[in-house]
């Protein structure tokens, strides 16, 4: 196993029967977390990237079966903050140290590409400085190109699974992942840093599943991965299943950084929520990016797309002290940067 291990450090590329084998035994991990640290040390040295996560709406036209704030979930209080309202989340981003805001929101028709057009280039203007992260779902590749026209950076759109069967079991029939892998090729084609990515221990997920990921992550050469344990929301078809394991999740970001050496890796939310020290050991195995939530307190609770997510009470209010702290006790630092992927 650690043949394989070092095979990928230097060829950056795996066979789905040779993914499969390391993925399957979860191997070597001290010797895998130590190459994939050795890696962003190299490329990031002791800097952890930060993004201000502004989640702007939870309205979503979408029916996906793991998701909390799905089309069908009657239970959820839908809000959408106002232009004004998102630009205050930023301007409070900027005075905390933040240069990259991410707009994530579920698909909301209330926002149009003229409002998203509009809200876009406002940020732009008064934030010159800072990089915009949409991550706003399925659109055309007009509308992706008219938001990069207006200014946005990057674009975050996980792409779920890259196995057709078990995209299906995930997804009602109006979803394909020929559509959405086409989205993450019109995004790059466009000329966005793009972020894909997956949940671990989704139902139905198997290792030639995420085998699969893994070919296709090296297929896109995104800039960015965001991976997390699933976590069911009680509301949802999947509220009965069992959520993703931590271990299998630190073991899929060490090999993503030896797939990609500067990859943009979150410590995801997903991952603090299931254990109290998952986002550090999420930097231990690899990661070198945060995303603090910026939305305003009132509303967190709201944007609830798994149960029991961190970060959503009042004692939250300020997410970036809070990961400062944990990431000094690593021996790491967040920066104030926009956080571009280094050079090879
Ligand atoms: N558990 C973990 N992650 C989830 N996401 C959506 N629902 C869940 C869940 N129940 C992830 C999806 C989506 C991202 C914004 O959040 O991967 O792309
Ligand atoms: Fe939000 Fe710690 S990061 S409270």
């Known amino acids: ?60 036209r979408n029916n996906c079966y793991y998701c909390g ?10 809000y959408r903050l106002s232009e004004e309202e998102i630009l205050d989340c ?34 732009k203007a008064s934030y010159g400085d800072c990089a ?26 996980r792409h779920e699974t890259a196995d057709e069967k078990h995209y299906r079991k995930l997804h009602p029939k109006e979803l394909s992942l020929e559509r959405r892998k086409a989205c993450l090729f019109d995004l790059k084609e466009i000329g966005y840093q793009v972020g894909c990515g997956f949940m671990v221990g989704s139902p139905g997920q198997t290792v030639e599943c995420i085998a699969e990921d893994m070919l296709f992550i090296t297929e896109l050469q995104p800039q960015m991965v965001g991976i997390g344990p699933f976590i069911p929301h009680h509301e949802t078809p999947f509220a009965a299943e069992a959520a993703g394991s931590v271990e299998k999740t ?12 500067n990859l943009l890796l979150p410590a995801t939310t997903a991952l603090g929520t299931m254990q109290a020290d998952g986002r550090e050991q999420g930097i231990l195995a690899g990661a070198n990016v945060v995303m603090p939530n910026l939305s305003p307190v009132g509303v967190r609770k709201k944007y609830a797309l798994y149960d029991n997510k961190i970060c959503t009470g009042e004692e939250a209010a300020e997410c970036r002290g809070c990961l400062s702290r944990r990431m000094e006790n690593i021996g790491y630092r967040l920066v104030t940067d926009r956080g571009d992927p280094a050079e090879i």
Not at 72 to 77: K, V
């Open 250 to 261: 630190l073991y899929l970001i060490g090999l993503l950084r030896l797939l990609k050496p």
């Open 132 to 157: 915009l992260t949409l991550s706003i779902g399925e659109k055309s590749k007009e509308s992706y190109q008219m938001f990069f026209d207006a200014g946005a950076d990057r674009y975050l759109l």
């Open 1 to 60: 196993m650690r043949r394989l291990i070092d095979s990928l450090e230097k060829n950056h590329c795996l066979t789905k029967e040779e993914w499969t084998a390391l993925i399957a035994q979860e191997a070597e991990k001290e010797y895998l977390f130590e190459r994939a640290r050795a890696l962003s040390r190299k490329y990031y040295g002791s800097k952890v990237y930060t993004r201000g996560l502004i989640e702007f709406t939870n309205y979503c």
């Open 90 to 123: 930023c301007r409070e981003g900027y005075a905390l140290g933040f240069r990259t805001f991410v707009l994530q929101g579920g698909e909301d028709a209330y926002y149009t590409d003229e409002r998203l057009v509009s809200l876009i280039r406002r940020i």
């Open 69 to 78: 704030i799905r089309r069908d979930n009657t239970d959820a209080e839908r």
